[in-house]
């Protein structure tokens, strides 16, 4: 139990995009706050590790984030982090907060046509925490590098298909509020050429 808690929680951190706050990656991994800060306060020597909710966890040398992923460097395989794994996990993480937590007018505009602008950053940050932007951002970037390909029997060809059919627009307005809408409709293009089965429009198919 404690070693899938260590590649869960580490392999994550060393895979992030963008490093992340140690309530943020509780929330988007689901998991106790106590068990991320535990390991990250055991890793003092290679991990920039504070308790302030402001300060995101870092590496404190990119070399470790080599030695973690490269499986011939340990003597125990047990403490072995996959990246490949690690990636499409993160990806199901991604789309499973965001399945949870995003929902039309999540900022409660009630003003069809808004311009971003126009809304207060906080109300943004407050609605859409950085767990939360991370995961709407990243999670096509996740699955990219896991190498997984979404095909009809891949447990996330399901996880894509009700993720679009469901909260598409609800993605696409979240990525609007933070300024990444762009992004939205690269990832839609690239999910299009990525899929072998259900096209075109794969996601509104049933």
């Keep these: ?73 340990y003597d125990d395989p047990r403490f072995a982090i996959t990246g490949i794994d690690t990636h499409r996990d993160l990806t199901i993480s991604c789309l499973h907060l965001i399945s949870r937590k995003l929902k039309q007018d999540i900022c409660s505009l009630r003003l069809p046509g808004s311009l971003t602008g126009e809304i207060n950053p906080g109300v943004i940050q407050s609605c859409l925490p950085s767990e939360i932007q991370y995961a709407c951002c990243y999670w096509f970037e996740h699955l990219r590098q896991s190498g997984v390909r979404p095909i009809q029997g891949e447990p996330l060809h399901d996880k894509l298909h009700d993720f679009f059919n469901e909260h598409l627009l609800h993605w696409l307005e979240a990525l609007s509020l933070i300024g990444c809408l762009h992004d939205g409709a690269v990832v839609i293009r690239a999910l299009d050429s990525l899929l072998s089965v259900c096209k075109p429009q794969w996601f509104l198919c049933h």
């Design 1 to 73: 139990m404690l070693l899938s808690r260590f590649r869960l929680i580490v392999g994550t951190i060393v895979v992030l995009v963008e490093a992340l706050t140690a309530t943020a990656l509780t929330e988007l991994l689901g998991t106790d706050t106590g068990e991320v800060q535990q390991i990250s306060q055991s890793l003092g020597s290679v991990l920039r590790y504070s308790e302030s909710n402001d300060i995101p966890i870092r590496l404190f040398h990119p070399s470790f984030r080599d030695f973690l992923l490269d499986r011939w460097r």
